[in-house]
């Protein structure tokens, strides 16, 4: 409702203007539309966003939940069972699969971390049966055996010392019609990660990332926020099933944090992006392309993926402002670093800026000193300044030299 609020409002402000009315930021006025046609358009979807909204809040106070046990998709997908290349048994076994499952909630203090589904060492799986189903009970105490075991490949190791210490291992049981077999997943939550210092993250340089559609760009910069080495290219597709998607983006993660462990840093640094607000038909027009872009960039998922993996490998994560750093990037650090047998493209530079503003370095390039017959002579305008020197980014400001010698020039002219 909170989407659909804004849309409205959005839609309000802009029928409001009159045709062609260009934006003012200064009041906070946005842009007319560009013909009449546009304009009875988008007042059409107004009054259809303004019922949808009628109706959502009218559920939202009589307390109905709208869900579909089974997915929306398997729904649909009842009505083009030739396209799907399904018949109708082959769907209501898929229906009823995607119905039937079993799950509970872990419990801390209870034997082996969970009273309604316990597995122990061996992966013996027994469930506790409500009071109406204790007569079908093959074990004491109101549980029912099953003669199927179970066996955790991924993360076996942590899942055993949680239940060896009785701590909370939430499970559930569902089955895949597809493989014909039953499958339990076991889930838990792990102890928030200790956060370091950003001098202790950063003491052995930073590995910078510049995320982008179809693939990361990251490259090695050292303490003194020099790129080391070559830019890493690392691909991804996100076309397909979701579950393609989500490997997709696993995969790519590992790859960073391998590339991470390879170059001897201990964090990573990226930017804090975030396209929540500007998704909306309203924010860019007709440019469907790249709402398209922004709406399919997995920036939210692919940073608490990253969150969660750099945990387990020791890496800490340090998240900078987007601000120009394509822009600053391309100007300041693509001629610099091309070589005849290199060449940095607009990415690679955008990495630099990224990890330079995490070690707390700028990202301008000062200009080469002026020649000798200027006021101020050859100084050093291209050393670094040091991150606490304020106002670093700025013209460097007169010498004492030039300060007195045009001194001087003033009172000969006066005198």
């Known amino acids: 409702m909170t989407c659909l609020r804004g849309q409205i409002?959005?839609?309000?402000?802009?029928?409001?203007?009159?045709?062609?009315?260009?934006?003012?930021?200064?009041?906070?006025?946005?842009?007319?539309?560009?013909?009449?046609?546009?304009?009875?358009?988008k007042s059409r979807r107004l009054y259809a966003l303004k019922a949808r909204l009628d109706r959502l809040e009218a559920d939202w106070a009589a307390g109905g939940v709208?869900?579909?046990?089974?997915?929306?998709?398997?729904?649909?997908?009842?009505?083009?069972?030739?396209?799907?290349?399904?018949?109708?048994?082959?769907?209501?076994?898929?229906?009823?699969?995607?119905?039937?499952?079993?799950a509970a909630d872990g419990e801390s203090g209870k034997r082996l971390g969970n009273e309604t589904i316990r597995i122990t060492e061996n992966g013996q799986v027994s469930i506790k049966l409500p009071a109406a189903l204790t007569h079908l009970a093959n074990a004491p105490h109101g549980?029912?055996?099953?003669?199927?075991?179970?066996?955790?490949?991924h993360r076996g190791e942590e899942w055993l010392d949680r239940i060896s210490d009785n701590r909370a291992v939430a499970y559930r049981i569902h089955h895949d019609p597809l493989r014909g077999r039953w499958y339990v997943t076991a889930s838990w939550q792990r102890r928030p990660a200790a956060?370091?210092?950003?001098?202790?993250?950063?003491?052995?340089?930073?590995?910078?990332?510049?995320?982008?559609?179809?693939?990361?760009?990251a490259w090695h910069l050292d303490i003194h926020g020099n790129p080391v080495g070559e830019p890493r290219r690392i691909f991804y597709d996100l076309s397909g099933s979701t579950a393609h998607r989500d490997a997709q983006l696993r995969h790519a993660l590992t790859r960073l944090l391998h590339h991470t462990r390879r170059c001897g840093a201990t964090a990573i640094a990226i930017?804090?992006?975030?396209?929540?607000?500007?998704?909306?038909?309203?924010?860019?027009?007709?440019?469907?392309?790249?709402?398209?872009?922004?709406?399919?960039?997995?920036?939210?998922?692919?940073?608490?993926?990253?969150?969660?993996?750099?945990?387990?490998?020791?890496?800490?994560?340090?998240?900078?402002?987007?601000?120009?750093t394509s822009w600053w990037g391309a100007q300041h650090w693509t001629a610099p670093l091309t070589t005849p047998t290199r060449r940095v493209s607009r990415h690679d530079a955008a990495g630099i800026a990224i990890g330079r503003r995490a070690l707390g370095y700028p990202i301008r390039r000062r200009t080469a000193p002026p020649p000798h017959d200027r006021s101020d002579r050859a100084g050093h305008r291209t050393d670094q300044a040091r991150s606490e020197t304020p106002r670093r980014e700025e013209t460097r400001p007169p010498s004492r030299t030039t300060i007195a010698s045009r001194a001087a020039r003033q009172r000969s002219e006066s005198g």
């Open 195 to 217: 956060v370091l210092s950003l001098e202790a993250a950063l003491a052995t340089g930073v590995v910078a990332v510049d995320m982008n559609d179809g693939h990361l760009v």
């Open 143 to 153: 549980r029912y055996l099953l003669d199927a075991t179970a066996a955790f490949k």
């Open 9 to 41: 409002a959005a839609l309000d402000a802009r029928l409001a203007r009159p045709l062609g009315a260009k934006a003012n930021k200064r009041e906070g006025l946005p842009r007319g539309y560009g013909s009449r046609v546009e304009w009875h358009a």
């Open 271 to 324: 930017e804090d992006l975030d396209f929540s607000d500007g998704k909306t038909r309203e924010k860019h027009g007709r440019n469907k392309r790249f709402r398209r872009l922004i709406s399919r960039f997995p920036t939210a998922k692919l940073k608490a993926r990253l969150v969660a993996t750099a945990a387990e490998q020791n890496i800490a994560l340090v998240a900078v402002d987007p601000a120009y």
């Open 66 to 102: 709208r869900v579909v046990r089974g997915g929306k998709k398997l729904v649909h997908l009842r009505h083009h069972l030739d396209e799907a290349g399904l018949d109708e048994r082959g769907w209501r076994e898929r229906w009823q699969a995607s119905r039937m499952f079993l």
